[in-house]
């Protein structure tokens, strides 16, 4: 069966960090670019950031650049989303996202709000 779960969200205070994590399964995580998207209350969902299947290429919405950093560990089948100077806006729910030259596999989400 073929999964993506996230996890790593939370109540943030803004200015904090959280890491996200995607955990991939069933699926050829090498053959994957992987993204990050977030949707947040009232609004479309967006791409905040995304690695190529080799690793090599990154690209990162202009609103996170510079405080967002995504990675990924083909050992352990799992993208990462460091997200460090979280403001209020960043508040959201973020997805993962497995993009192949067929399939287009979505994870259900995780909570991020950042609030004092």
């Known amino acids: 069966q073929v999964q993506l779960v996230e996890s790593g969200g939370g109540l943030v205070q803004p200015g904090g960090s959280l890491r996200l994590s995607c955990a991939a399964s069933?699926?050829?995580?090498?053959?994957?670019?992987m993204n990050w998207y977030r949707q947040a209350p009232g609004k479309g969902r967006e791409l905040v950031a995304g690695?190529?299947?080799?690793?090599?290429?990154?690209n990162y919405a202009d609103s996170v650049k510079g405080r967002f950093t995504i990675s990924r560990d083909y050992a352990k089948n799992t993208v990462y989303l460091q997200m460090d100077s979280l403001k209020p806006e960043d508040t959201a729910v973020y997805f993962c996202?497995?993009?192949?030259?067929?399939?287009?596999?979505w994870g259900k989400g995780t909570l991020v709000t950042v609030s004092s």
């Open positions: 996202n497995a993009q192949g030259s067929i399939y287009n596999i």
């Open positions: 690695i190529d299947s080799a690793g090599n290429r990154l």
């Open positions: 069933g699926l050829t995580f090498s053959n994957y670019a």
